[in-house]
C-alpha cells in the first residue's frame, strides 16, 4: 500500500534550524518531493529527491534514504515567512504518474 | 502567477445545486489533475487527465464529473454534493518528463450547505 507519515505540528523561533521528518511506504517509488503550502495558497514546489544523499538549496535542504524509505527537509536561519504548511509527497509509477502526498507538517515560527 | 489559474476562488452551494470548478493552465503541460483537501487529511487525488485521456479515477463518487476538453482546460462538474465534500479542490499539471513535478493552482474553496 502507499503511506507516508510526517508529523502534524512543529515550532520554531527565528534565526533557528528545524528538521521535518517523513517516513513513507509506497511501491513503484519513484522519487520523494517536498512542497510548500501558505494559508490559502497553492503548494509549491521546493525540492526533488530520486537518488540518496543531501540536496541543497539555499536556506533549504532535502535529504533521501530510499533504503529507510526515510526524508527529511531541513530549513536553516529561519523567517516569519516560512510559517506554513510542509508537504511531502512520494511519486508512484502508475498510469498518469501521480503524487500520494503525506498530511502536511504545520511549522509555526516565531520571533 | 503560478501558470495554473482557477476560478471560482470560493464556492457556497447547496446540495441540490449543479456548479463547475474550472482550471486553466498556461505552462504547456501535457497532464492534469484534480485533488481534494479537507482539514487534517492528506491531499487526496481525484482525477488525472494524460494527454486529455482520463488514465485515473480514485474511487470518486459520481456527482464528481471531470471533463478535459483540451489540455489546458480541466473543469470539475458538482451535482447533489454532500456537506462532507466541503473541501478545498485543486487543480494541478505537469509536464509528463518522467519528473512528476505537480505546479498547483490557488484552488477552489466550496462549501455544502
Known amino acids: 500500500g502507499q503511506n507516508i507519515d510526517q508529523p502534524t505540528e512543529m515550532t520554531a523561533t527565528e534565526g533557528a534550524i528545524v528538521q521535518i521528518n517523513c517516513t513513507y511506504q509506497t511501491s513503484g517509488f519513484n522519487g520523494l518531493f517536498w512542497y510548500q503550502q501558505h494559508a490559502g495558497e497553492a503548494p509549491t514546489f521546493l525540492s526533488y529527491?530520486?537518488?540518496?544523499g543531501l540536496e541543497e538549496k539555499g536556506r533549504f535542504s532535502s535529504f533521501l534514504s530510499r533504503s529507510k524509505g526515510y526524508s527529511y527537509l531541513l530549513l536553516k536561519e529561519l523567517q516569519m515567512k516560512d510559517s506554513a504548511s510542509y508537504l511531502c509527497a512520494g511519486g508512484v509509477n502508475q498510469a498518469g504518474t501521480a503524487l500520494i502526498f503525506g498530511k502536511g507538517t504545520t511549522l509555526s515560527v516565531s520571533s | 502567477e503560478t501558470g495554473v489559474t482557477q476560478t471560482p476562488r470560493h464556492l457556497v452551494m447547496g446540495m441540490t445545486n449543479k456548479k463547475s470548478l474550472k482550471c486553466e493552465q498556461h505552462l504547456g503541460h501535457n497532464a492534469m489533475y484534480w485533488y481534494k483537501q479537507s482539514a487534517k487529511k492528506p491531499l487526496e487525488l481525484m482525477f488525472v487527465?494524460?494527454?486529455?485521456?482520463?488514465?485515473e479515477n480514485n474511487s470518486v463518487p459520481s456527482r464528481f464529473s471531470p471533463e478535459c476538453p483540451n489540455s489546458s482546460h480541466l473543469f470539475l462538474h458538482l451535482h447533489t454534493l454532500q456537506p462532507e465534500d466541503s473541501a478545498l479542490y485543486l487543480c494541478?499539471?505537469?509536464?509528463?518528463?518522467?519528473?512528476?513535478?505537480?505546479?498547483f493552482g490557488s484552488g477552489t474553496q466550496l462549501s455544502v450547505l
Open positions: 494541478a499539471s505537469s509536464p509528463l518528463d518522467g519528473s512528476e513535478k505537480l505546479f
Open positions: 487527465y494524460s494527454l486529455e485521456e482520463r488514465v
Open positions: 529527491n530520486v537518488l540518496d
